[in-house]
């Protein structure tokens, strides 16, 4: 079993920054590509950001410039900078990854729970 552990959602002022972190524990032999999704009540979700096991990224247009991912393979996390905040980045932001399990043998999709993400002055 995966445990995907988001973190570092908070209250921010527009133009603020925030630093997520997406944290992978249980039987992992491999982590493969990780995604930022975000979700707003009533709202399909959004790919943010993406980031390859190789360390390759792609960006919604929305957030290009601005957020920038990252991961730390050593840790099992995944990070994603937001720099230069706006009020339409207010969202629950969710982390996807694709873990290859020791006891499965195989790969899956694992979801976190969420981090809450609100910006206003």
């Known amino acids: 079993q995966v445990q995907?552990?988001?973190?570092?959602?908070?209250?921010?002022?527009?133009?603020?920054?925030?630093?997520?972190s997406c944290a992978a524990s249980g039987s992992i032999f491999s982590i493969n590509a990780v995604d930022w999704y975000r979700q707003a009540p009533g709202k399909e979700r959004e790919l943010v950001a993406a980031i390859t096991s190789?360390?390759?990224?792609?960006?919604?247009?929305?957030?290009k410039g601005r957020f920038t991912i990252s991961r730390d393979n050593a840790k099992n996390t995944v990070y994603l900078q937001m720099?230069?905040?706006k009020p339409e980045d207010t969202d629950v932001y969710y982390c996807n990854a694709d873990v290859w399990t020791l006891a499965a043998g195989r790969n899956d999709y694992y979801w976190g729970q969420g981090t809450q993400v609100t910006v206003s002055s």
Request: aromatic share 4%; glycine share 24%.
């Open 4 to 20: 995907l552990v988001e973190s570092g959602g908070g209250l921010v002022q527009p133009g603020g920054s925030l630093r997520l």
């Open 54 to 63: 190789g360390g390759s990224t792609n960006y919604a247009d929305s957030v």
């Open 83 to 85: 720099n230069s905040l």
